[in-house]
C-alpha cells in the first residue's frame, strides 16, 4: 500500500516523517550497539529478496485486487526488528526514487505504514512465539498472526492519515470497510509466504533467524554463505523473470479507491505535492518498474534486477556508512 502524495496534506506528511526519523534514530542506535557487522550482508540480501517479492502481486480470489508482501515481518525474524527497520527503509527509499512506487511526500508515512508495525509489532510476535525454541508449528503461527496483524494495522494508518489530511472527499468509514478486509486477506497470503521462507531458513540453516536458538557445535545443513548465495539467486530469479506473472490487478489501496471513486488513483493537488512529483520526475530513471516509455516485458525484468542490486548495495553501503559516521562521533565525544 504505497501512498501516493494527493492523500496527504504536508503537515500530516511531515509528522510521519518525523515519526519515522525517530524509530529510524533509534534503530541506527541499536544496530551500532552490535559488536560486528556481520549482520549487514544478511540485511543486503534479505533487502534485494524483499524488493523482489513486492514485485509479485497476487491475486486475491474473488474480488478483482491484487496485494503483495511487504516484508518487514520477514525481515525481522532474520535480522531482528531494528536492522529489519532499516533494510525496509533502503527497499521503500529505492522505491520510491528510482521507481516512482509511492509518492516522495508520502515516503514517511508509507515507511511507517509498511515498514515500522512489520518489524517491530511483527517482531515482538516473532519473539514471544520462538523465545522458548523454534518449531514449524511456531514458524507459521507467528508468520500469519504477525503479517495479518501488520498490516491491519497498516491500513488502519492510511485511512486515518487520509483522514486526518482532508484534502480528498474520502469518507471515513467507507474507506476503512474497503481497505481493512482486502488487507486481511492480504495479510494471511504474505503470512504463508513469511512462514514458507523462513521453515526453509530453519530447515537450512536456523542459526540466521533471529533467536534461532542452535545449539554449540550443531551441524546446519547450509552455511551462511550458501544460504545467502540460494536467497540471492531467488532474488534475481523472482525480480527478472517470475515478476513478469504479477497480477495485474490494483492492489489493495488502489482497489479500495476504485471502489470509492472509480479511479484506481487520484490527483495529486497543491504546490507541495507538485514539488515533490517534479522530483521524482527528475529521480524515477525506470518508472513502473521498466523503462520510459516502454512496458516490454525485457523492460520490466531489467528493471527487476537492477533494483535488486542497488537495493543490495544502498543497504550494505548505507548501513556501513551510518555506523561508521556514528563510531566517529562517539569517539570524537570521548576525545574532548
Not at 53 to 82: D, E, K, R, W
Not at 156 to 162: P, Y
Request: glycine share 12%; with cysteine; hydrophobic share 55%.
Amino acid at each position: 500500500m504505497h501512498m501516493a502524495d494527493a492523500l496527504l496534506a504536508p503537515g500530516v506528511a511531515g509528522v510521519m516523517y518525523a515519526c519515522s526519523a525517530v524509530a529510524a534514530g533509534r534503530s541506527v542506535r541499536k544496530l551500532n550497539q552490535q559488536p560486528d557487522d556481520k549482520a549487514v550482508p544478511v540485511m543486503g540480501v534479505m533487502g534485494a529478496f524483499v524488493f523482489a517479492a513486492q514485485m509479485i502481486n497476487f491475486t486475491i480470489p474473488g474480488t478483482g485486487s491484487s496485494g503483495h508482501l511487504c516484508g518487514g515481518m520477514l525481515l525481522a525474524a532474520i535480522v531482528g526488528p531494528y536492522a529489519a527497520f532499516l533494510t525496509m527503509i533502503g527497499v521503500l527509499l529505492i522505491q520510491c526514487l528510482l521507481f516512482a512506487d509511492g509518492g516522495l511526500m508520502a515516503l514517511g508515512a508509507n515507511i511507517w505504514n509498511m515498514a515500522f508495525y512489520g518489524c517491530f509489532v511483527g517482531g515482538l510476535i516473532w519473539r514471544a512465539f520462538t523465545r522458548k525454541g523454534l518449531n514449524r508449528a511456531k514458524i507459521i503461527a507467528a508468520s500469519l498472526i504477525g503479517c495479518i496483524l501488520s498490516l491491519q494495522l497498516g491500513a488502519f494508518s492510511v485511512s486515518v492519515e487520509t483522514l486526518a489530511s482532508g484534502i480528498t472527499a474520502l469518507p471515513f468509514g467507507a474507506f476503512l470497510l474497503a481497505m481493512q478486509p482486502i488487507h486481511l486477506a492480504i495479510g494471511a497470503v504474505e503470512g504463508c509466504i513469511t512462514a514458507a521462507v523462513l521453515a526453509f531458513l530453519y530447515e537450512a540453516r536456523p542459526s540466521l533467524l533471529w533467536q534461532g536458538g542452535v545449539a554449540t557445535g550443531e551441524k546446519q545443513r547450509l552455511t551462511l554463505r550458501g544460504t545467502l548465495g540460494v536467497l540471492a539467486g531467488a532474488a534475481v530469479v523472482i525480480a527478472g523473470g517470475l515478476s513478469l506473472l504479477a497480477s495485474a490487478f490494483p492492489d489493495g489501496l488502489e482497489w479500495s479507491l476504485q471502489r470509492l471513486t472509480g479511479s484506481t488513483e487520484l490527483e495529486t493537488t497543491g504546490p507541495v505535492q507538485a514539488f515533490f512529483a517534479r522530483i521524482q520526475e527528475w529521480t524515477a530513471l525506470l518508472p513502473d518498474y521498466n523503462f520510459a516509455g516502454s512496458d516490454a516485458a525485457a523492460g520490466t525484468s531489467a528493471a527487476g534486477i537492477i533494483g535488486a542490486v542497488v537495493v543490495l548495495a544502498v543497504v550494505i553501503l548505507g548501513v556501513k556508512l551510518v555506523k561508521k559516521a556514528v563510531h566517529r562521533r562517539g569517539s570524537s565525544a570521548q576525545g574532548h
